[in-house]
């Protein structure tokens, strides 16, 4: 399994399947979650309003519509609280069950945006480290590829660290 992080906006990436930072209604919002909508077009919203929410560490499937990606995978990331009520735990599921769910719609490349750490306020390093150290541990065939989708040029610089491909 190959593991890595791009800069980019993760709207334009043609994998199987993305990850959105989505809230517990799924009815949209800002940040990455603003863009998959204005991108994948109104149906996008239309198939979520069927989905009746999700819970916070849960996530939901919907396809792509007008995105290059087949699928969106619709994750719903803790709030940030200070790390006392059980944020890293609830981050922790968001990849993991991402990841599960990926694979079992037979989906061979995935990308993830830095779930909970643009308005959740969560530590982006802190998130980094979960979110390779689960990826690593949970993705198997037929999951081949995963992207960590970085949208400012120092959360890339971050995971590539944290990746290893660049010195501390
Ligand atoms: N591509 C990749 N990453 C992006 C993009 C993009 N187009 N746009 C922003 N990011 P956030 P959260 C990065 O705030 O913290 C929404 O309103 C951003 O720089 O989108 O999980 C939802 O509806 C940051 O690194 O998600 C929820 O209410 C990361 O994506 C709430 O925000 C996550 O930032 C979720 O908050």
Redesign the pocket.
């Known amino acids: 399994m190959q593991l890595h992080a791009v800069q980019?906006?993760?709207?334009t990436l043609a994998v199987d399947a993305i990850v959105n930072?989505?809230?517990r209604s799924l009815l949209?919002?800002?940040?990455?979650?603003?863009?998959?909508h204005r991108a994948a077009g109104p149906e996008l919203l239309v198939a979520c309003r069927a989905l009746n929410g999700c819970r916070t560490g849960q996530v939901k499937l919907t396809p792509g519509f007008r995105l290059p990606a087949k699928y969106v995978i619709h994750a719903v990331?803790p709030v940030w609280h200070g790390g006392g009520q059980g944020e890293a735990a609830l981050l922790a599921d968001c990849y993991r069950n991402s990841v599960t769910l990926a694979m079992a719609q037979g989906c061979a490349s995935l990308a993830f945006?830095?779930?909970?750490?643009?308005?959740?306020?969560?530590p982006?390093e802190a998130a980094a480290e979960i979110a390779i150290a689960i990826v690593r541990a949970a993705a198997m065939e037929p999951l081949a590829e995963v992207i960590f989708?970085?949208?400012?040029a120092a959360?890339h610089m971050l995971y590539q660290r944290l990746l290893g491909r660049l010195p501390r």
Not at 29 to 34: L, P, Q, S, Y
């Open positions: 980019a906006d993760i709207t930072a989505a809230n949209g919002g800002g940040g990455v979650d603003g863009a998959i990331g945006p830095a779930i909970s750490t643009g308005v959740y306020g969560y982006v989708c970085c949208f400012s959360d």
